[in-house]
């Protein structure tokens, strides 16, 4: 299993970044780069507890859709996402939230399997890590952006 940890810290109150990091709008402008599109379930506001979500993006040239499920949430703490229908393994992002000296602490973990063996870990190694880091990065930014009005 693969994991990545990025902490970002945003100037806005804890409640604005946790919607904003449940924005199914804002994370699709966040990802312009690889088209990603929510075709299916929530396809616009903000995702809940219990609802799913599917996105349509192209990742290393191939359109790929990636179907993942909210499945525990504690506003404004925390959620977790699940991945449900998609090409990984196993595909868990964790996002915690605290509120820091007129901050919020934004903590993305990001767990997941690649499938294919020896070969899946050896792409994971490569290409796919550096991909996700830079693609969370990217997206944490959008929200910073956003929440820092």
Do not use: W
Not at 104 to 126: R, S, W
């Amino acid at each position: 299993m693969t994991s990545i940890h990025l902490i970002t810290q945003i100037k806005a109150p804890i409640q604005d970044v946790f919607d904003a990091a449940r924005n199914i709008d804002l994370h699709q402008n966040s990802a312009y780069q690889t088209h990603e599109k929510a075709i299916a379930g929530i396809t616009s506001g903000l995702i809940e507890l219990g609802e799913t979500v599917t996105f349509r993006g192209k990742h290393f040239g191939f359109y790929l859709t990636h179907t993942s499920k909210i499945i525990k949430m504690e506003q404004p703490h925390y959620f977790v996402d699940e991945m449900i229908q998609g090409k990984f393994k196993s595909f868990k992002h964790l996002h915690f939230f605290e509120e820091k000296k007129g901050c919020t602490v934004m903590t993305d973990i990001l767990e997941y399997e690649t499938p294919y063996g020896f070969l899946g870990k050896f792409f994971d190694t490569l290409f796919l890590k550096k991909h996700l880091k830079k693609f969370l990065i990217e997206r944490n930014q959008t929200l910073k952006t956003f929440t820092e009005k």
